[in-house]
């Protein structure tokens, strides 16, 4: 009696396990429909005369055998066959031979052997399941933001444990440089890597990746989580600095303005998580030596020279403005190579050096604004700049009529022959 109630409250069981596993229903019945039928083919060779009823209602599972009825005396496969007289007393008085047959199985009479090979099967397949279920749970979100608990701490990786028990890895490589993990505490990262290899899943994430940067400024700044700032380009060095370019769908709103918040607010937290990254926001623009202008900042570039299939800039700066360009350790420079997408090479600006040159923002009295602007965008910044460039040059790039170039280097070449 112990072996009926035992194969009966099966389903149950394995129901109440589905539940923690998050397996759907339907997919639990075909498992277990699965591992019956392995079970069965295990015992009599081949499962194809039986009949497999899953019922999740009533939380549990008949089993039909189809035996062919032959007469008394000539069953030579007694699990494809059934003597009439058997058949005929197993409630099936009108039975005639060459008919079929259907006995109803109590599978609880195979002996706890059988019961247990069969717990063992579907165990086998639901874990299959539930690592195939995790695997394609988080490659789907590979890139976006988790949470999770440090659980152990070794020299090469920390294990993280998410609110649903999966485990995280966070490799050294991805770490930042000056962080330290504590048993307990709540660290986020982005889903970096997952992979399936040999049915186990790998879950890496990443404190490191741009990613994580990008992650960081949606759950910061409204706008860029409603669309109506895109996040252009990133670049970082972990822990040292980072530079983002930002453009606004909507002419009212500020990009720069709306990323830094009040006074810092909404930046001060991305920094903080960051273990103290200096992060540089700045416009995004489609015009490349502008771009670079901005991304070079807070140096002030005399002019650049772009060399769009080598994707090479060469940045002239007066000697004063040559290490800010730089940085310290090189820092800001490669941070602008990375986010424009250009070498840059920085030059003193040999011709200006022991002369004095004027930033075009200075003319402003004398020179439209809009001229300016154009001016600068085409990596003129100083009035030197301006007039060392061809003529010709100033009108095509800067889109400039022929008497406004005439009268902005005349009030230019002004200036140096007072």
């Known amino acids: 009696m112990a072996k009926r109630e035992e194969a009966v409250n099966m389903t149950d069981q394995f129901a109440e396990f589905k539940e923690l596993k998050n397996i759907d229903k339907t997919t639990l019945i075909s498992v277990l429909e699965e591992s019956f039928r392995s079970v069965l083919a295990k015992m009599f060779g081949n499962d194809d005369n039986f009949d497999v009823i899953v019922n999740p209602d009533k939380g549990d599972c008949e089993i039909y055998q189809n035996l062919e009825v032959v007469p008394d005396g000539e069953v030579e496969n007694p699990n494809k066959e059934i003597s009439l007289s058997d058949a005929q007393a197993d409630d099936d008085p009108d039975c005639e031979v060459g008919e079929e047959h259907t006995r109803k199985i109590d599978f609880a009479k195979f002996g706890r052997r059988a019961i247990l090979n069969l717990r063992q099967t579907l165990a086998s397949k639901i874990l299959d399941l539930q690592k195939d279920a995790i695997f394609n749970k988080f490659k789907a979100i590979e890139g976006q933001l988790v949470a999770g608990e440090v659980y152990q701490v070794w020299k090469r ?69 409603d669309g109506l700032i895109v996040i252009r380009a990133v670049a970082r060095i972990p822990g040292e600095r980072a530079k983002i370019a930002v453009e606004s769908y909507d002419d009212r709103i500020d990009p720069v303005g709306a990323c830094v918040g009040v006074k810092g607010s909404r930046i001060h937290g991305i920094v903080r998580e960051l273990r103290n990254e200096n992060i540089d926001v700045i416009n995004y623009t489609n015009n490349p030596q502008l ?22 800039a060469e940045v002239f700066l007066r000697p004063e403005e040559v290490s800010l360009a730089i940085g310290k350790g ?68 800067a889109d400039l009529e022929e008497d406004t170039v005439d009268n902005l280097l005349a009030v230019l070449q002004a200036e140096f022959d007072e």
């Open 157 to 225: 990786e920390v294990l993280l444990l998410d609110d649903e028990k999966n485990e995280l890895l966070l490799p050294k490589d991805q770490q930042i440089p000056t962080d330290v993990y504590r048993k307990g505490e709540t660290v986020r990262a982005v889903i970096y890597n997952v992979d399936n290899k040999n049915n186990n899943p790998k879950i890496i994430v990443s404190r490191t990746d741009e990613n994580f940067l990008r992650r960081l400024f949606e759950l910061e700044v409204p706008e860029i989580h």
């Open 330 to 397: 090189g820092l800001n420079i490669k941070l602008a190579s990375m986010l424009t997408g250009y070498a840059i090479d920085v030059y003193r600006d040999i011709e200006s050096e022991g002369e004095e040159d004027i930033y075009l923002d200075e003319f402003k009295d004398e020179i439209d604004e809009w001229v300016i602007e154009a001016l600068k965008d085409m990596g003129c910044a100083t009035a030197k700049s301006v007039l060392r460039t061809p003529r010709e040059e100033l009108i095509e790039k």
């Open 291 to 312: 771009l670079i202008q901005r991304a070079l900042s807070p140096a002030k570039i005399s002019s650049i020279r772009l060399d769009e299939e080598t994707k090479k």
